[in-house]
């Protein structure tokens, strides 16, 4: 059962997320790379809400779902995730604060194109993780 601050968090993250998608249409390519890095964020943070009862403090989604991992040992399916797209879940991540404050890069569509395939990869996850353990609780 996901409850109403979890929803909301999730709610939340895919407005940010259609943000991206209008920030990326519009050439706002480093805005695009911030909203996907805080929609997938808050997503999983939603997440492990609806798992967990609690979110880390941390900004790091690989942490986060190591956190969901620590506290629910049934899901190991969070390990492969991590692992397989390690790369991607870290570049996510810091695109938090490297979007809003690298000025010595100028961002470009392909960037927020991954930006926002990673955040929707994300997303996508959180989804099947609370749809596989929907029942099981």
Request: with cysteine.
């Amino acid at each position: 059962m996901v409850s109403s601050e979890a929803n909301e968090l999730m709610e939340k993250a895919k407005r940010y997320l259609e943000l991206a998608k209008i920030s990326l249409e519009k050439g706002f390519y480093s805005e695009a790379c911030f909203l996907s890095s805080l929609s997938a964020k808050l997503y999983i943070k939603g997440v492990s809400i609806s798992l967990v009862g609690s979110f880390p403090t941390v900004h790091d989604i690989r942490e986060i779902l190591s956190y969901i991992r620590l506290k629910r040992k049934d899901l190991e399916i969070i390990e492969d995730f991590i692992r397989n797209d390690r790369d991607k879940l870290k570049d996510i991540s810091n695109e938090y604060l490297v979007s809003r404050y690298n000025l010595s890069y100028t961002y470009n569509r392909q960037d927020a194109e991954e930006c926002l395939n990673t955040a929707l990869m994300v997303i996508k996850f959180g989804e099947n993780l609370l749809h596989s353990i929907s029942g099981k609780d």
